[in-house]
């Protein structure tokens, strides 16, 4: 669950350190996400807490929101807007864990399918859901499962 030390706390210390800093882009962005999760908190027949992998989740969200709305005000010829969406994806991809690159992705697959032995075949389908399943928090959490090689 989130703690005291948890990344929606960290956001609430950041939005305070923005309204010091009269940093209206950062603090409006903040709002925005500590917006969400608070509406996702109270969403449903009961309130609960997030989790940080749960809040993770709902900012993954919140930037690929950002980005389909960025693309959209380019088709429509308002790069001002878009850029403005572009500058809160980057704000927000701050509070992510880092993306995993193809090379370490492709060594956790050897291992898995190498500690499955003859469970599954290295290009089945269910080499890549068991994949995704033990390493779905973190870095490679939102990443599609994919086949290796392509």
Known sequence: MSTENGLKSRIQADINDAVRAGDDLLKSTLRMA????MNAEVAGAEAVVLSDDQIINLLRSEVKKRAESADIYEQAGRAESAATERKEMVIIEKYLPAAMDEAALAGIVAE??????????????????????????GALAGRPPRRPGR
């Not at 500590?34 to 999760?37: N, Q, S």
């Open 34 to 37: 500590l917006a969400a999760i």
């Open 112 to 137: 898995e399918v190498a500690n499955a032995g003859d469970q599954i075949e290295p290009r089945d389908g269910e080499s890549l859901r068991l994949v995704h399943g033990r390493h779905a928090s």
